[in-house]
């Protein structure tokens, strides 16, 4: 028997069939319980190598494969953020202990610090992807729990009227005024912005391209740019080697700042986040007749599901339907109407 105590805490060291190494905490510094676990845990290995048995994968396991395989993930990151939080309840569990009574306890956990219903949906969310993967890829379990998600309020788009944007474009400073107008007239994400290198811009065909590896949904977005688009990214030429926008010479790797947030206060405009630049040059174009269908494209979004959030905002396309129905009564047209 292989037992050695790091701390306060025994751990076990044992050759597995397959000849793997296995050292893992007991988690108790009670030797006869070290000795207990000790022995489950050869007994497992007997069955898994003489009964044929399934090994009793663990969620490390788990997340280290998922890791591995979702590298190409643009919001691996926040991904990352999910899964720490995860591992405090489940960092020495076998997948097979991933209940619905935990998952429900840990749901629980995670609204009582007050996070939000969409904060807990999205950290669920990646729990579901890794137990579906290894029941229906990995064959590391037969079955997973049925995951509940939370009901979460359904948001308004959050957008500015064009006042409003020159407001906040007067009160900000020249670097993030510049790349906060370059958002309204491109809908570029923040990070596209940010990123943004020369070898990217042709500033004489008017356009730009961000690659797949850049873009959200993995896909190319050509970006065409109207002369205040070209206007603003020639003002920047020279001024760093690579990088379209910089300060001091140096990337910009943040923009929602104190200078930001100083900006929206002394403009007047509050719940508003940068991302939101991007909603509002959605809303804009929508307003303006743009077909959601070249929204779409232009947006670089996936599916059509993603540009029907800002459908309302152009009901023109279905006065025709409308006005099928046959008249019940004389009517005149209201002042001021136009054809």
């Known amino acids: 028997m292989s037992l050695r105590k790091r701390g306060r805490v025994w751990w076990i060291d044992i050759l597995a069939p397959s000849g793997q190494r296995v050292r893992r905490s007991t988690g108790t510094g009670d030797k006869t319980l070290a000795r207990q676990y000790h022995a489950k845990i050869e007994a497992e290995f007997y069955r898994q190598d003489k009964l044929g048995e399934k090994p009793k994968r663990r969620w490390e396991e788990a997340v280290v494969r998922w890791l591995k395989e979702s590298s190409h993930k643009a919001s691996l990151a926040d991904d990352k953020s999910h899964l720490r939080w995860l591992d405090r309840y489940l960092r020495d569990k076998s997948l097979d202990r991933i209940d619905r009574r935990l998952i429900d306890a840990m749901t629980e956990a995670r609204q009582a610090i007050g996070v939000s219903n969409a904060t807990v949906n999205r950290t669920l969310e990646v729990l579901r992807a890794i137990l579906n993967k290894a029941v229906n890829e990995w064959e590391w379990l037969d079955k997973a729990p049925k995951i ?7 948001r308004r788009v959050r957008f500015l009227t064009h006042a409003e944007a020159k407001r906040l474009l007067a009160e900000l400073p ?4 510049d790349m906060a107008a370059f958002s309204l007239h491109t809908g570029l994400r923040r990070n596209n912005v940010t990123g943004l290198t020369w070898q990217q811009v042709d500033l004489k065909e ?6 797949p590896d850049q873009a959200k949904a993995r ?13 603003i990214v020639a003002k920047w030429m020279g001024r760093h080697p690579t990088r379209v926008f910089c300060f001091r010479e140096k990337p910009i790797r943040q923009t929602s700042t104190k200078a ?13 986040r940068w991302h939101d630049l991007r ?3 959605a809303s804009w174009h929508v307003q303006m007749g743009t077909p959601l269908y070249v929204l779409q494209e232009m947006g670089g979004w996936e599916s059509p599901e993603m540009v029907r959030r800002y459908a309302h905002f152009s009901p023109e396309h279905l006065r025709p339907y409308a006005d099928r129905l ?3 009564r ?3 047209e209201p002042t001021g109407a136009t054809a």
Request: no cysteine.
């Open 148 to 154: 509940r998600m939370l009901k979460e309020p359904r």
């Open 174 to 177: 020249e670097h993030l005024s």
């Open 206 to 211: 008017r356009r730009l391209w961000i690659h």
């Open 219 to 231: 896909k190319a977005i050509p970006v065409a740019l109207n002369a205040e688009a070209v206007a």
């Open 260 to 272: 930001w947030y100083g900006a929206l206060e002394r403009a007047g405009i509050s719940n508003f």
């Open 279 to 281: 909603h509002t040059w």
């Open 326 to 328: 046959l008249p019940l």
């Open 330 to 332: 004389e009517v005149e």
